[in-house]
């Protein structure tokens, strides 16, 4: 097949994206300003979400979302060695904030019909030392919200939301990122949107927001509700220079923002031409026999309208998947694993020391035998989806 690229990510930044960015940069008020301000506050209002903060990435926001949880300013602040449960699979910085919080990571096998975590393993991996549920929902899907929001509640445990992959999806009517305490979104390029690097956190309570915004910002008191009444506790510091906690320096630049806040604002466009693009593919792929036999697609879960960015699909055991993709790659179709396969199987984690004694049977045949193919956001010709199933169909 001659000439033929179907990529994992085509370039998102239109030109009117760009155009806001060179907005900005025209402004000469690069840093973290009133654009950074106005997208938060619609990003909040869009998803109904009570609290966003713009960060540099959405490994940023989790960062975030955990180091609040052992803050000295949270009245109910977790301790070190608490447990945080998570599925397997998941991406190393959905991860790395559990340990470098202090808190101990338990690992969840996940559901291989939504490629999410698993409740039955989740029920039975609750102990009286877990404290949160730290949930990724996988490439646009999730599992069934009301039930995980029943154990959440019975166990009266933190839901952190890991939905760096799934902007714009909904669970009857509303949207991934508002279920929980804290949730995190990435803008990374090969996402649903970009601001190029960047990301969002966003919270349910006054408290947690406020410790964020500190600590976002080197611990500043700068911005904080209450400035003035810190100010006047601290007389013999300049009140413009003052650290009121610990801190890192995670904000976003208000060039990202507006190059974020434009590509936002046509999210709901985003989705309808990557759902449609998506049916048709998925129509063409399962109507060759050859290839129906051999691979399985991954469905939306019940009640779940979901915003995809790519396709995942697990081969059929008896396929070598290396053979495959070399193929398929060799035709011109870009390929990626689903998030990092089975995390466990990465060398950090031997590294430190933290493998358990569990079997993660799901996670480890997404490793073994899942990849995921890209979704373009514009409309996607005939012409196209036959080369697409052609590459397929050569590899199988
Ligand atoms: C599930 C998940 N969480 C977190 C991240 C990190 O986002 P970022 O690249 O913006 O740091 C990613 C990145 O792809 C991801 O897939």
């Known amino acids: 097949m001659k000439n033929f690229f179907y990529p994992l990510i085509e370039n998102p930044y239109r030109n009117k994206d760009i155009q806001e960015g060179i907005k900005i940069l025209k402004s000469k008020r690069l840093t973290i300003g009133p654009k950074t301000d106005e997208f938060q506050r619609y990003f909040s209002k869009k998803i109904k979400s009570k609290f966003s903060l713009m960060?540099?990435?959405?490994?940023?926001?989790?960062?975030?979302?955990?180091?609040?949880?052992?803050?000295?300013?949270?009245?109910?602040?977790?301790?070190?060695?608490?447990?945080?449960?998570i599925p397997s699979l998941c991406w190393s910085t959905s991860l790395w904030p559990i340990i470098q919080s202090g808190l101990k990571p338990k690992?969840?096998?996940?559901?291989?019909?939504?490629?999410?975590?698993?409740?039955?393993?989740?029920?039975?991996?609750?102990?009286?030392?877990?404290?949160?549920?730290?949930?990724?929902?996988?490439?646009?899907?999730?599992?069934?919200?009301?039930?995980?929001?029943?154990?959440v509640k019975r166990h009266k445990l933190i839901l952190i939301e890991d939905t760096c992959e799934s902007l714009g999806t909904k669970f009857k009517n509303k949207y991934l990122g508002t279920f929980g305490d804290f949730s995190s979104f990435s803008f990374?390029?090969?996402?649903?949107?970009?601001?190029?690097?960047?990301?969002?956190?966003c919270c349910k309570n006054?408290?947690?927001?406020?410790?964020?915004?500190?600590?976002?910002?080197?611990?500043?008191?700068?911005?904080?509700?209450?400035?003035?009444?810190?100010?006047?506790?601290?007389?013999?510091?300049?009140?413009?220079?003052?650290?009121?906690?610990?801190?890192?320096?995670?904000?976003?630049?208000?060039?990202a923002a507006s190059i974020g806040f434009s590509q936002f604002k046509d999210l709901d466009k985003f989705i309808k031409y990557r759902t449609s693009n998506r049916i048709k593919i998925l129509r063409s792929l399962k109507n060759n026999k050859k290839i129906q036999k051999k691979i399985t697609f991954i469905e939306a879960n019940n009640h779940v309208k979901a915003s995809w960015f790519g396709i995942p699909i697990i081969l059929n055991k008896n396929i070598n998947r290396n053979k495959f993709l070399k193929k398929i790659e060799r035709i011109g179709v870009e390929t990626r694993p689903i998030i990092s396969g089975n995390f466990l199987k990465q060398p950090s984690i031997k590294k430190y020391n933290l493998l358990q004694n569990s079997r993660f049977i799901n996670s480890d045949i997404v490793n073994k035998h899942g990849f995921f193919i890209g979704l373009p956001t514009s409309p996607i010709s005939d012409k196209i989806i036959k080369k697409l199933v052609g590459a397929f169909e050569e590899s199988l």
């Open 188 to 201: 990374y390029s090969s996402h649903q949107i970009s601001s190029g690097e960047g990301g969002m956190i």
């Open 206 to 255: 006054n408290e947690d927001h406020e410790i964020i915004k500190s600590l976002r910002a080197h611990g500043w008191s700068r911005g904080l509700k209450n400035e003035r009444k810190i100010a006047s506790a601290n007389k013999h510091l300049d009140s413009r220079f003052i650290f009121y906690n610990s801190g890192f320096n995670l904000r976003s630049t208000d060039i």
């Open 55 to 85: 960060v540099n990435s959405g490994s940023s926001a989790n960062l975030l979302a955990l180091q609040c949880l052992i803050n000295p300013y949270r009245k109910k602040k977790l301790k070190p060695g608490d447990e945080v449960l």
């Open 107 to 151: 690992f969840v096998d996940i559901n291989l019909e939504t490629l999410n975590i698993n409740l039955n393993d989740l029920k039975k991996k609750i102990s009286k030392k877990t404290k949160a549920i730290l949930i990724v929902h996988v490439l646009g899907n999730c599992v069934d919200m009301t039930e995980l929001m029943h154990i």
